[in-house]
């Protein structure tokens, strides 16, 4: 099913939250003339939600075409934007006033958009872009979601997913994601680390777009631990696990302090910077891509990217988002197929 | 005792390893028209091996003046370099290789400069720059030794030093120091907080050269804890003792999320960063000003501050080193002297 007349990949979009500036930044991305038929575009959201952003920023220059029954042969029509709904439509919807039911939409999109990509032919390449959710009210109605990330590991049944943000300037991956920093230095193992390593090993064409990729890996206490008078890990954790990912791919350095590997990294030395949590990695990420970032997350089959920005309520509908990183998102994720 | 003919205020500066590139950024700093009659200039080191350097780098743009017996009324001169020797005299110092003897005389020419700043008039307005310490040496014979900033707490009985990085583009200031990142959360309290911010609040004009500074306070958790979900110490102890500091400085905000309040900063809509541990801080700082950073000392009674580099014993003598960080944290120590 879902089998594109070419063998042009397929990009999944899920729409996110209808109330924040997904749709709008869909319509728009879907507008723009660089990302014409780079792809075949699915759109997993609702009809009339879509139907409205499109008229409204799509100016025109695409049409939508609602697949109406996906367990078909349907072929997506790659001249126009593929909707798939699964129901049931959402009722008044609004610009910038989130709801349960507009939550409960974004789930269920994101849903059979995972479940359409689990159980597609793996000839077609694909991959999927989200747009951002609302974590709060979709919490509300699925508790313990606290992100794309997460969720889709459980979807996919994956052992082991890493998060990447792609930037034009940096390239980061934190090793721990959404825990207290309290919790960081224990949740850290030989294997955890390696793992990752190797995974953004394997898939650092993906994330580089080219041949080669230097690794670095950030220590985890000030100045690199001074040889275990601040702190054990560099020792205990983080140089095995170096040294293990090396056999596997040996342009890995590490570990090296957090207030230099960055610097490295700016200056070129450097093209991915593996941290060990959440804001040493985010920290310095934003500071210099804040506004192009790309969330890219590795080990579900397929890659799934979306752009680094929130559903941004206050703005939405009012044409003031920009759709720079979505865009960003879409073409990264057609260049990850092409380098799969 | 040492009392200026005139109110210029007196910089007193220790050498630091002799093996290392202090003695050299010393001289070339010296000999730097820009900070000629900035102050009285009052060097605490090895008079053969400040003599050394002064000949190899000082480019006879000044003299060298031994103060012989600092407990006289002995006068500083402005015109010449003075020099405080403790003694004994250091045989056989080379660049590149470090010592005990070298370490010794170290701690010995520190030391001196804290007992004579300590007993001196209040009148004569001063500060102390150190230049860089081979600490793992000093450790040997010293031990516990980690670094100025604490060896000048004890000595000075402070009951909170605070350190602060000053950069052209950022300046920062870590809460907690040179312990494990395991051991941060614990480490923090409203206390330590709050204490932390009125002191740099007390002193922004020093930090900034303005009058005023917005000060803005790093979040702990990711997402700033997403209100208590990803780590409660936002709610607990950051957010409290921002609320008492804004009791004594009203421009004070926080907690922000890590990843944005160091973007905010770039973007020069806060003038300070207040982080909770060294690399939250130094990481984004580094990023920036890798080259042009100050360290300052707040807490001890008169400023200190110290180029933002280390002995660097691969390039001592070499005429490689730059003066550049060493003449910064001179300027800055001036101007915190006239804003005090």
């Given at each position: 099913m879902l089998i594109s007349p070419t063998n042009k990949p397929q990009i999944f979009i899920t729409m996110g939250d209808p109330s924040g500036i997904g749709p709008e930044v869909i319509a728009k991305s879907m507008a723009s003339p660089a990302l014409k038929g780079l792809a075949v575009f699915i759109v997993f959201g609702d009809m009339d939600v879509m139907a409205r952003a499109a008229e409204t920023f799509g100016r025109g220059s695409f049409r939508l075409r609602k697949?109406?029954?996906?367990?078909?042969?349907?072929d997506p029509d790659e001249e126009a934007v593929n909707i798939i709904d699964p129901g049931p439509p959402l009722a008044n919807s609004r610009y910038g006033q989130p709801t349960r039911g507009g939550a409960e939409k974004t789930l269920s999109c994101l849903d059979a958009a995972v479940d359409i990509m689990r159980r597609s032919s793996a000839e077609t390449p694909k991959a999927l872009v989200t747009a951002p959710v609302n974590k709060e009210k979709i919490a509300e109605i699925?508790?313990?979601?606290?992100g794309h990330t997460e969720h889709l590991q459980k979807a996919y049944g994956s052992a082991l997913v890493t998060m990447v943000l792609v930037g034009e300037t940096l390239r980061v991956v934190p090793v721990t994601r959404h825990i207290p920093l309290r919790e960081v230095a224990s949740a850290l193992s030989v294997d955890l680390i390696a793992d990752t390593l190797e995974q953004v090993a394997s898939n650092r064409r993906m994330i580089t777009?080219?041949?080669d990729a230097k690794i670095a890996v950030a220590a985890l206490n000030p100045h690199c631990g001074e040889g275990g008078k601040i702190g054990t890990e560099e020792i205990d954790v983080i140089a095995p696990a170096v040294e293990r990912a090396r056999k596997f791919y040996e342009n890995i350095e590490g570990p090296v302090s957090a207030d230099v590997v960055f610097y490295k990294a700016l200056q070129k030395k450097v093209d991915i910077v593996v941290s060990m949590y959440h804001d040493q990695g985010l920290s310095p990420f934003k500071m210099v891509d804040f506004d192009n970032g790309v969330n890219m997350t590795l080990g579900l089959g397929h890659v799934r990217t979306s752009p680094d920005?929130?559903?941004?309520f206050d703005i939405?509908?009012?044409?003031?988002?920009?759709?720079s990183s979505m865009e960003q998102a879409i073409r990264l994720a057609v260049r990850a197929i092409s380098t799969a």
């Open positions: 697949l109406e029954n996906t367990e078909s042969q349907a699925h508790p313990g979601f606290v777009g080219g041949e920005h929130g559903t941004a939405a509908g009012k044409d003031q988002a920009s759709s």
